[in-house]
T-cell receptor, first 115, second 112 residues
Framework: GAGVSQSPSNKVTEKGKDVELRCDPISGHTALYWYRQSLGQGLEFLIYFQGNSAPDKSGLPSDRFSAERTGGSVSTLTIQRTQQEDSAVYLC?????????????FGDGTRLSIL | AQSVTQLGSHVSVSEGALVLLRCNYSSSVPPYLFWYVQYPNQGLQLLLKYTTGATLVKGINGFEAEFKKSETSFHLTKPSAHMSDAAEYFCAVTKTGNQFYFGTGTSLTVIP
């Protein structure tokens, strides 16, 4: 399909392990966002990529979280030494930055459970 | 920093009744405003957006929202609720498109 694709859809891991979450944005979209959605909460901004510019990492909750975007397309969010409080749904979104006010298009998310 | 307030984390309406979901934002400059809907185990889908121009915006599935600058509000309405409208609804704002601010969401229940 032509939408934002995230993998895996579900991930269960033990506390202390590292995890990698993947996001394939819509082709041609230059902006990519990662959010965290905890149960019953809104979306917590994590990180934003725009083209070749330095990413906005202001939302990353700790240095255990990192993200990269290779070739201006696919992005990977990595969580090191996972903790139980990292359990949440991680959502990726992309948008076209041709004009301000373009909406974000979301993937279905990765549901992360830390045992 | 901007903020978005959605009054009422849970709203219940009868099928066929009016749906009203409230959203207020704090911004010194009118931002760009969005409503998204989230169905279980899915990502967010755009319902409608306000950028410039007409303050009454029509979206998909019969929803509409009105931007009221004087009230810093962007409430979402639908004249007649359908069972399929049951979902989580999020209001969001951005000024630059670099960062979006989301409300905490309103869960809509439709009672048959």
């Amino acid at each position: 399909g032509a939408g934002v694709s995230q993998s895996p859809s579900n991930k269960v891991t033990e506390k202390g392990k590292d995890v990698e979450l993947r996001c394939d944005p819509i082709s041609g979209h230059t902006a990519l966002y990662w959010y965290r959605q905890s149960l019953g909460q809104g979306l917590e901004f994590l990180i934003y990529f725009q083209g070749n510019s330095a990413p906005d990492k202001s939302g990353l909750p700790s240095d255990r979280f990192s993200a990269e975007r290779t070739g201006g397309s696919v992005s990977t969010l990595t969580i090191q030494r996972t903790q139980q409080e990292d359990s949440a749904v991680y959502l990726c979104a992309s948008s076209s930055q041709g004009a301000v006010g373009q909406p974000q298009h979301f993937g279905d998310g990765t549901r992360l459970s830390i045992l | 920093a901007q903020s978005v307030t959605q009054l009422g984390s849970h709203v219940s309406v009868s099928e066929g009744a009016l749906v009203l979901l409230r959203c207020n934002y704090s911004s010194s400059v009118p931002p760009y405003l969005f409503w998204y809907v989230q169905y279980p185990n899915q990502g967010l889908q755009l319902l409608l957006k306000y950028t410039t121009g007409a303050t009454l915006v029509k979206g998909i599935n019969g929803f509409e929202a009105e931007f009221k600058k004087s009230e810093t509000s962007f409430h979402l309405t639908k004249p007649s609720a359908h069972m399929s409208d049951a979902a989580e609804y999020f209001c969001a704002v951005t000024k630059t498109g670099n960062q979006f601010y989301f409300g905490t969401g309103t869960s809509l229940t439709v009672i048959p």
